[in-house]
């Protein structure tokens, strides 16, 4: 039997920043096909409301390709390239993989709590009059059936808001555009018109494809790395497991300082397995990284594989807060070196960072002050910002260091 493959820490980090498409900076100019490509590499592209900078699956975006064109995001989806759909979030998804998102959709988790069959049974008639509203109507916002009356009208909009979202579950509707950034619904054979439900594979081939998914996206992982990436119940993953590595889709592998947890690198990655073995993968990036970035949406990844312990402060309520409301990790050769709080004042066309952190054990240099001063300044000039203003960091003496290189 042939010797399982044991990487070191960093062989580990570099090569999960390599296959998530961290590891090296752009270079060329993207193009819309390279949007497309990057969503299939990370697989899902979470959408978030918050825009205190950037919205997050533009920044997840940024910090792969560098200064793309964010509406190609919406021309992919309108040419029908992408959809939106719930995998751990609402995200944007390769249109080819909507056969797994559909058996998610005729059978959706238990767990779900806007798919009640209570609450289906209980509002039929609501249901039956918001599908035929979209067919004789077009698509919708849920703001569209707001009325000024209170109380007088039978239009209730919270319900109207809750069954447009059952219906979206269900799949029965999908989304087909957003107007300042609502999401606009259609119905899904209007969208989706080629889809055949006889196509849609079983659940446990859908977890199956999930798995491999992510597993090939991570570049490296333990089991409940796996089901974290889609939230899937750790049983179902752990089931499948045995059966994907005798078939040969997972190559199993072990880690430096994880001893005894098994850790599965996915087959078509074999080729860059061999390259992190031979310590040929050296990430040399920096970047600001969105606080949704697939690299991070896992607190005990991140704190296990890059010793970043990160949380976001947003949902904490301030007096809680740490480290700021929107605060961003920094990625730098490899490593997780910094996070910062920021905030883009877009009519000053001002980038300021409130308020950054060093980890501790990272040098306050002048090389990482040049290597994060470039940064920011791309990131600033690709939000239309022209200026970056340093406010506080900690190390305090980083900051005239930072500012110099400004």
């Known amino acids: ?72 995001i919406e021309e992919l989806r309108c040419e029908g390239s992408l959809f939106e759909y719930y995998a751990h979030a609402m995200c944007f998804i390769p249109i080819e993989d909507y056969p797994i998102y559909r058996r998610h959709m005729l059978n959706p988790p238990q767990t779900r709590t806007n798919i009640d069959a209570v609450w289906e049974a209980e509002n039929i008639e609501l249901l039956n009059q918001i599908r035929e509203h979209i067919k004789m109507n077009g698509a919708v916002r849920s703001a569209d059936f707001e009325r000024p009356e209170k109380g007088s009208a039978w239009w209730d909009w919270k319900k109207e808001k809750v069954a447009l979202e059952h219906l979206f579950y269900r799949g029965e509707v999908m989304v087909s555009e957003r107007r300042n950034f609502q999401r606009v619904y259609d119905l899904r054979e209007r969208i989706h018109p080629g889809w055949d439900d006889q196509n849609t594979p079983s659940y446990e081939d859908a977890i199956r494809a999930q798995v491999l998914k992510a597993a090939k996206a991570l570049g490296v992982a333990k089991p409940d790395w796996l089901a974290s990436y889609y939230y899937l119940l750790k049983k179902h993953v752990q089931k499948l497991l045995p059966d994907l590595v005798r078939e040969g889709n997972l190559i199993p592998v072990e880690v430096a300082g994880f001893e005894k947890q098994p850790f599965y690198v996915h087959h078509d990655n074999a080729q860059t397995l061999q390259l992190a073995l031979e310590d040929r993968l050296k990430a040399t990036h920096t970047s600001i990284l969105s606080m949704f970035d697939p690299l991070v949406t896992d607190r005990s990844r991140t704190r296990e594989l890059f010793g970043f312990d990160y949380l976001i402060e947003c949902y904490t309520p301030a007096p809680k807060r740490v480290y700021g409301y929107f605060v961003l990790p920094i990625l730098r050769k490899g490593k997780l070196v910094g996070r910062m709080d920021a905030k883009a004042w877009r009519k000053e066309k001002r980038l300021e960072v409130i308020h950054l952190f060093l980890e501790p054990g990272v040098k306050p240099s002048r090389s990482l002050a040049a290597d994060l001063a470039q940064t920011l300044s791309q990131y600033a000039s690709w939000q239309g910002l022209s200026a970056v203003e340093i406010t506080q960091t900690t190390p305090s003496e980083f900051c005239e260091i930072l500012k110099e290189h400004l």
Request: charged share 20%; proline share 8%.
């Open 1 to 72: 039997m042939p010797q399982t493959p044991t990487l070191s820490l960093q062989q580990a980090r570099d090569l999960m920043l390599t296959t998530l498409g961290l590891a090296k900076p752009p270079r060329r100019k993207p193009s819309k096909v390279d949007v497309l490509n990057t969503i299939r590499q990370i697989t899902v592209l979470q959408i978030d409301t918050i825009s205190v900078v950037a919205r997050a699956h533009l920044h997840i975006l940024w910090s792969r390709l560098g200064n793309y064109n964010p509406d190609w």
